[in-house]
């Protein structure tokens, strides 16, 4: 049985940091890319970053451009996504992805239904 699972959120005040880790497990995931997307309230789910299997390629939402830094660990199965100089506007539901795709851009472009593998979420939440 396939788990993503997210740590790292919390409280913050604008213009700090955060981390967030994703673990998944239960199949393997080679050629997955893995990503992050967010859902604020009464919005739809939204793009933030991905990352290729191999690590080599990345992609970003224009939104969190130069603050925030996806990277994959050793074991390929691990992602993570450092957060600088937050803004109120970035508070949401931050969400886990992994889909088996090529290229990092390829999920920053998908439509968050299509999306093979999903964590439950972790809160982020940044005051201004």
């Known amino acids: 049985q396939v788990q993503v699972v997210e740590s790292g959120g919390g409280l913050v005040q604008a213009g700090g940091s955060l981390r967030l880790s994703c673990a998944a497990s239960?199949?393997?995931?080679?050629?997955?890319?893995m990503g992050w997307f967010r859902q604020a309230p009464g919005k739809e789910r939204e793009f933030v970053a991905a990352?290729?299997?191999?690590?080599?390629?990345?992609y970003y939402a224009d939104s969190v451009k130069g603050r925030f830094t996806i990277s994959r660990g050793n074991a390929k199965n691990t992602v993570y996504l450092q957060m600088n100089s937050l803004k109120p506007e970035d508070t949401a539901v931050y969400y886990c992805?992994?889909?088996?795709?090529?290229?990092?851009?390829?999920?920053?472009?998908?439509?968050?239904?299509?999306?093979?593998?999903w964590g439950q979420g972790t809160q982020v939440t940044v005051s201004s």
């Open positions: 990352i290729s299997w191999s690590g080599g390629s990345t």
């Open positions: 992805a992994a889909d088996f795709l090529n290229t990092a851009q390829a999920m920053g472009v998908m439509k968050p239904v299509d999306v093979d593998y």
């Open positions: 239960g199949r393997t995931f080679r050629n997955y890319a």
